[in-house]
């Protein structure tokens, strides 16, 4: 692997489908686990550019790491130097912490390697507040959105990259205006829950 200088290594992440379904201990019991579909590759069902990029069916085999190409929307658990870039901190709560942090790396032209042997597995929990607030306040969707372009234009500033925004094709003006025109209203109102800037919610 050599230099880990501008390298972040890709920790493959998974889900238990059930709760009291028992945490896999090493790859073996995790490959057993995936063929019976009682752990999926994280956020699949509903969010699969999150961690798309990793590959889990190279990973199921590999002996050696592996590196990956970036996409838009990779937000992958990684293991890098301390002194790397930090997380942009206007993205508090939820939504795009991790997918903004790796896309700063990318354009900083890390190289994002798989490791072959290691992996974490996200156990099922109750939604935390912070989704809950992004499923149900249309402005705090919107807050996000406003963050993102501003974060993606100043990313393609510093770093003279060319990241383009294409959550549905949809601009910040089209959704102000498409908001403005069904009556926009504050939260606690009934609304229609919007196309989500990150993953869906179960009931979309």
Same mark, same amino acid.
Not at 186 to 204: A, F, I, M, R
């Given at each position: 692997m050599g230099s880990l200088k501008k390298k972040a290594l890709v920790v493959p992440a998974f889900e238990i489908q059930k709760i009291g379904t028992s945490i896999p201990r090493n790859k073996r019991q995790l490959l057993s686990k995936l063929e019976d579909k009682s752990v999926i590759p994280f956020l699949s069902s509903v969010w699969a550019p999150g961690h798309a990029p990793t590959d889990y069916e190279k990973w199921k085999t590999a002996e050696e790491s592996y590196q990956v190409e970036w996409k838009p929307d990779y937000e992958p658990y990684i293991v890098v130097y301390k002194d790397v870039v930090g997380y942009n901190e206007k993205f508090v709560g939820f939504g795009w912490n991790k997918v903004s942090h790796v896309m700063e790396l990318e354009a900083q032209n890390y190289q994002f390697i798989v490791l072959p042997n290691v992996f974490i597995v996200h156990t099922p929990h109750t939604p935390s507040y912070d989704i809950a607030r992004f499923r149900s306040s249309p402005i705090y969707r919107l807050c996000l959105q406003m963050l993102k372009e501003e974060f993606i234009m100043k990313l393609n500033k510093n770093y003279n990259r060319h990241f383009v925004y294409t959550n549905s094709s949809i601009s910040l003006m089209n959704v102000y205006l498409r908001r403005r025109k069904r009556n926009f209203v504050? &939260?606690?109102?009934? =609304? /229609?829950? +919007? /196309?989500? =800037?990150?993953? &869906? $919610?179960? $009931? +979309?």
């Open positions: 504050l &939260p606690g109102s009934q =609304t /229609t829950v +919007e /196309t989500n =800037t990150d993953y &869906p $919610s179960n $009931s +979309e």
